[in-house]
């Protein structure tokens, strides 16, 4: 009777250890994007992709500063991921513009993050309308070796702009006139 106690513990102990493997293989295999401040995650709720800090997605929840809200994600595949939210840009006010706050500003985005290699997806893209024209920002996935001084760190570059804003001409960042 012993024996036969053991052995259904034993089995009921299998079968939790197989739901639980299942239940959780689907997230686990799921490819991570890189947040650009805490490293790679499953649908990250912010992300930072201009390497500065004067980028973040986020969602019209937040109110920029420390804060920059919640993307929200509506698909997140093997193959890629889309979402939505608030593109926090910072304006430093360099050119100057009558009635210039610097400070983060929102406008609405729509990201799409894909090419899986290795668990992590290598591009973004970014679009949103600037001056009413809309705009594709399409970023690639590098590590930086930090060598002797870390680990390393992940880094959104920029691949190009369609079209290009005023503060960009091909991939070179320039002074903003306007």
Not at 127 to 149: E, H, T
């Amino acid at each position: 009777m012993r024996r036969l106690r053991l052995a259904i513990a034993g089995l009921a102990l299998v079968a939790v250890g197989i739901v639980w493997s299942v239940a959780s293989s689907g997230r686990a295999h799921l490819p991570r994007l890189a947040d650009g401040v805490t490293g790679l995650k499953v649908r990250p709720s912010v992300v930072s992709y201009t390497g500065d800090g004067s980028g973040f997605l986020g969602g019209f929840d937040g109110t920029g500063g420390r804060n920059f809200g919640h993307l929200r994600w509506s698909r997140w595949t093997k193959t890629q991921a889309v979402g939505s939210g608030a593109d926090w840009s910072y304006d430093r006010c360099g050119v100057p513009r009558k009635g210039c706050v610097p400070g983060f500003n929102a406008s609405a985005v729509t990201v799409r993050a894909f090419r899986p290699i290795e668990g992590r997806f290598t591009r973004l893209n970014i679009s949103y309308r600037f001056k009413g024209k809309k705009v594709l920002d399409r970023r690639g996935l590098r590590i930086v070796n930090a060598g002797q001084y870390g680990p390393g760190y992940y880094d959104w570059y920029i691949i190009g702009y369609r079209p290009s804003p005023p503060c960009v001409q091909g991939r070179k960042q320039v002074a903003c006139t306007t």
